[in-house]
């Protein structure tokens, strides 16, 4: 199976920052990476498919880039609904696997 | 609006069979997959398996021989069999939707214990 490795796994900012949170494949994925948000008792969801495109209804502030095994999730300007978990996940070779996730929190 | 919604158990017994639901709206189950999704507390999500929209299924190898997706598509549902359950199989169990065979929706999760 495909490992990912996400990073960080911790992450405190503030309202206004850009922050980004760093998916790592064990092989290449062809660019198949989604990105996930999830907050607390919530179902998650999804922002980015296919490294950068955007899930409509999704903030434009969300992009994805990447290639290959290495692959960016980009917040240009946090806002206060953007406190939450975040997590990758490949489907380029099965089974589909998942990062462990990046919480951010407000600094 | 889509939405999937998962029922069953919130505590079953080591060794007995896991059996969860499904309930989709939305969507057709003709249309779409379902993907199961599962979380044990403090660890990573694992892809479990997909009954895709004609019905076939594929199955993490991890856990093949013990998991069983079927779906009554008039009911627009879905249902996941585990059995010969252990105490690291305690995970909040996700349904997903799955859009080109990745999940886009997801439900809410449902929170299974396993009791030695």
């Known amino acids: 199976d495909i490992q990912m490795t996400q990073s960080p796994s911790f992450l405190s900012a503030s309202v206004g920052d850009r922050v980004t949170i760093n998916c790592k494949a064990s092989q290449n994925i062809n660019k198949y990476l989604n990105w996930y948000q999830q907050k607390l008792g919530e179902a998650p969801k999804r922002l980015i498919y296919n490294t950068n495109n955007l899930q409509t209804g999704i903030p434009s502030r969300f992009s994805g880039s990447g290639s290959g095994t290495d692959y960016t999730l980009t917040i240009s300007s946090l806002q206060p609904e953007d406190f939450a978990t975040y997590f990758c996940l490949q489907h380029n070779s099965f089974p589909d696997t998942f990062g462990a996730g990046t919480k951010l929190e407000l600094k | 609006q889509v939405q999937l919604k998962e029922s069953g158990p919130v505590l079953v017994q080591a060794s007995e069979t896991l059996s969860l639901t499904c309930t989709v709206s939305?969507?057709?189950?003709?249309?779409?997959?379902v993907i199961w999704v599962r979380q044990p507390p403090g660890k990573g999500l694992e892809w479990m398996g997909i009954i895709w929209r004609n019905g076939n299924t594929d199955y993490n190898s991890a856990l093949k021989s013990r998991l069983s997706i079927n779906r009554d598509t008039s009911k627009s549902q879905v249902f996941l069999k585990m059995n010969s359950l252990q105490t690291d199989d305690t995970a909040i169990y996700y349904c997903t939707r799955g859009s080109a065979a990745t999940p886009d929706y997801w439900g809410q999760g449902v929170m299974v214990t396993v009791s030695s």
């Open positions: 939305g969507f057709s189950l003709t249309n779409y997959g």
